[in-house]
Structure formats: structure tokens, C-alpha cells
């Protein structure tokens, strides 16, 4: 809206009408602010809006590439989950081969859910996200570590402890980090 110096004494020939007109800054900050909200919006109904990932490694829109947590810890080797039985926990969706194991999950998803969001174990203690390999993997004292593969698993295994020292300092940073090492 303009703003007008009326002058006593003056004739002012500027009508209510022309006070009503939008100036050309407020016509731009318009088209502007509409452009934005109709991009967002076709960016949400084309879904190539932003899509914010969970705290967990994931690949294909599943956390720690859909295999199963819980069979990790209870069967001892990677069993790839179903689409069926998922949970979702901090915000990642995990996949799991039964009802039953989803359902331990989700009463205890800290017991079973892989230490360092699913990244790689090692690389963390080196202080950098790593992929992993659901064959890569050990269970230290009821915890699931994965590795980027079996030989850097071989090489974990060589100072769990030691490595679990540096990677417990190194996640609190390193979980900030968006590069991931493939």
C-alpha cells in the first residue's frame, strides 16, 4: 500500500482508488511467493518433493537393505525381510521374515537395530559413513555391527574392543555426515 503526504491548502488530485493500487515491489513480492507455493506444490504431487531419510542406513527406501535385524541376532546369519512385516523406527523402515520377529522389534527396536545407524562399523571407528554388506556382519555381545565387507569385517574382528572405542567417540560427529563411502 502507498503511503501519501497529504499537504493542507494543496489540491491533491490522487484518489482512494490509486491509494488501493499494489506498487510494483508488492506486485513482484506476489508473483514471487505464488511461484514458490505452486513449484512446491507440483513437486509434491510429481513426488520429487524432498523426502527426508531415517536415522538408519538405507537402500531402496529400507534400512539396512531390507534384511532382517532380528534374525541377525537370533538365527546368526542375514535373512532378507518381507515387505509384510515392517516396522518403522526413527524414522527408517526395517523389514523382517515374520510377524514374530517384527513384533520383539518393536518392543525393543535398541536391542536389535544395527549399532551406528547401519553404517559401517569400521569405518565409523575410522570416522567416516561406509555402506555395508548384509554377509559383513558380528554379533559382540548381543549387538549387531556391520561391515562394508566380509575382508574389513575380518580386519573389525582383528580389535573389536579397541575399534568400538573409536567408533562410540567417532558416531556422535559422523552421524551428521551426509557423504557416504560406497
Known sequence: MKSVAVIPGQANS??????????????????????????AFVLWISGLAPVFA???FESDGVAIGGYDPV?????????????????????????????????AFAVEPDKYAPQYGGYCAYGMAKGYKATTDPAAFSVIHGTLYLNYSVA??????????GYIKQADANWPAVMTFTKVRE
Open 71 to 103: 534374525a541377525y541376532i537370533t538365527e546368526h546369519k542375514p535373512v532378507k525381510g518381507l515387505p509384510e512385516f515392517q516396522s518403522v523406527h526413527r524414522g527408517s523402515t526395517f523389514q523382517f521374515v515374520s510377524a514374530a520377529h517384527r513384533d
Open 54 to 56: 531415517g536415522d538408519y
Open 152 to 161: 574389513v569385517r575380518s580386519r573389525w574382528l582383528s580389535d573389536v574392543p
Open 14 to 39: 490522487i484518489h482512494l482508488a490509486d491509494l488501493l493500487k499494489p506498487s510494483v515491489h508488492e506486485i513482484a513480492r506476489g508473483r514471487r511467493v505464488r511461484y514458490c507455493v505452486l513449484t
